[in-house]
């Protein structure tokens, strides 16, 4: 059977056609993965809040203004999953939607700056500025998964969390240096020494106690 004949056969016998799937099975809730992050541009300005690249959105059943955004997975078991969330901007009802979305930005830009979310130094501060929303557009960086309701009443992955390097499995996921072991390595190179106290060449008699069970030495 050549090409032609193969082609006209193919749409009109469905028999041998793949069977469909019935889609993906949920990624777990609290999963943590690498995920880059694109926005939607939605074509909304507002120049008293600096809103001048046009990524904004706006609702028009709400009002709300928001980023769209979409989060493909770029390593690991759910490589290549897609999943989509807004950031929020700003709400006629108050502040909440404003601050979830500042929150989830600063945490995504520690994530993936690899910035501690402690870390107040200069460099950090720098770390968490952007000069427009176009800075997002293309960010990488660690989010944990959850999963909600769609407007059908099924569920849905989302995503609502960043992680930040102060999380054990960071740098593991971000396949980075942990910043948790290096800081721990200079705190410990920082601690006081231990070594008794000298007086004119002699050392110092120390007060010997009976250690209390569960409780380190230097807590004695």
């Known amino acids: 059977m050549n090409d032609n004949n193969m082609t006209a056969y193919a749409w009109s016998d469905f ?3 793949e069977a469909q799937q019935s889609g993906f099975n949920l990624i777990p809730k609290g999963a943590l993965v690498p995920v880059l992050m694109t926005l939607k541009p939605g074509g909304h300005y507002d120049a008293s809040q600096g809103w001048s690249d046009g990524y904004p959105t706006q ?5 709300a203004v928001y980023l769209a955004a979409e989060f493909v997975i770029t390593g690991g078991e759910y490589a290549k999953r897609k999943m989509w969330s807004n950031i929020g901007l700003y709400s006629p009802k108050g502040p909440t939607w404003t601050q979830m979305g500042r929150t989830f930005v600063r945490a995504a830009l520690n994530s993936a ?5 402690q870390d107040n130094s200069p460099q950090a501060a720098a770390a968490r500025r952007i000069q427009g929303f176009v800075d997002l557009d293309g960010l990488e960086f660690v989010v944990r998964v959850d999963i ?4 059908r009443g099924d569920d849905r992955n989302v995503v609502k969390t960043a992680v930040e390097p ?3 499995d960071y740098a593991r996921t971000m396949g980075v240096p942990s910043k948790l072991t290096a800081n721990a390595a ?3 190179s920082a601690a006081p020494s231990s070594a008794p106290a000298q007086t004119n060449g002699s050392t ?3 007060p010997q106690r009976t250690p209390v069970s569960g409780k380190p030495a230097w807590a004695q």
């Not at 609702?59 to 009002?63: I, L």
């Not at 700056?113 to 979310?117: A, K, Q, S």
């Not at 909600?148 to 407007?151: L, S, V, Y």
């Open 15 to 17: 028999n041998d056609a």
């Open 186 to 188: 200079v705190q410990g």
């Open 166 to 168: 102060d999380h054990p």
């Open 204 to 206: 110092a008699p120390t």
């Open 113 to 117: 700056r690899n910035v501690l979310p």
């Open 59 to 63: 609702s028009p059943k709400t009002g």
């Open 148 to 151: 909600e309701k769609d407007d």
